[in-house]
């Protein structure tokens, strides 16, 4: 496989966690995504596990994962980290891990009781075709759900001119999508959308991007949304994603 778009800033990749405008935002985002996401059985798949953020999560809520990453060195890194994990917590369940471009794998994928993505989609060509056939791969009552930067926000712009002055940068090959565009895609059923980063990557202080985020004025910086796969016949109360 070929140098993927994330290989050259797989080394320094974590290092914006340790900022504290991504300390910041990661607590935010993820706080929104980790309550969205329950899956109503064990089997997980993650597309675009990078370093392993959230893969590390995952295990720790009880699930047993399939980390997709087209990026050799990230999963790389990401690995190190599960390991480390695993050596703390010997009830984890086994990581399964799949190097491989997602558009280029959706027929060998079997089936997931939940489907989680965080800041992957930006780079995956035709989202809305790619989500169609995930969604097809979930269990009844399973849940598919994606985080992405959102479009037209102070966010987007902060990324795009990332990507202006530094043409190289993978924000250049990024397709940033409004909250409108998102919940219009077609799966089948009616996208729920979670929004936060409501605060500017250009704030001065934690205290003021917090008051900004309870407020919740003007488009958000992040955008998740949940798809759930009903059951075909109807049954006893809801086991399903919630």
């Not at 009880?62 to 999963?75: F, N, Q, R, W």
Request: some cysteine; hydrophobic content about 40%.
């Amino acid at each position: 496989m070929n140098e993927a778009l994330f290989d050259p800033v797989a080394a320094h990749y974590d290092s914006w966690y340790d900022t504290e405008l991504g300390s910041l935002s990661d607590q935010v985002e993820r706080r929104l995504a980790q309550s969205m996401f329950k899956a109503p059985g064990p089997q997980v798949l993650e597309i675009g596990c990078g370093t392993g953020q959230y893969t590390s999560w995952l295990l720790q809520e009880g699930y047993e994962v399939t980390a997709v990453d087209i990026s050799g060195k990230m999963m790389a890194l990401a690995q190190k980290k599960i390991a480390t994990l695993q050596e703390t917590t010997p009830q984890a369940k086994p990581v399964h891990w799949w190097h491989g471009d997602i558009t280029e794998i959706l027929d060998q994928l079997g089936t997931y009781d939940g489907i989680f993505s965080m800041t992957a989609f930006e780079f995956v060509p035709e989202p809305e075709t790619v989500l169609k056939k995930l969604f097809s791969r979930l269990n009844p009552g399973g849940c598919l759900l994606i985080g992405l930067i959102a479009g037209e926000s102070a966010w987007s712009d902060y990324y795009e001119e990332a990507a202006r002055r530094k043409p190289a940068s993978v924000f250049a090959r990024a397709a940033l999508y409004t909250k409108e565009e998102i919940a219009s895609w077609q799966l089948g059923v009616p996208a729920e959308i979670g929004e936060c980063l409501f605060f500017p990557p250009h704030i001065l202080t934690e205290a003021e991007a917090l008051a900004l985020e309870e407020e919740r004025a003007g488009n958000p910086g992040f955008v998740v949304a949940r798809w759930v796969k009903g059951f075909k016949q109807k049954r006893g109360p809801a086991a399903g994603c919630r």
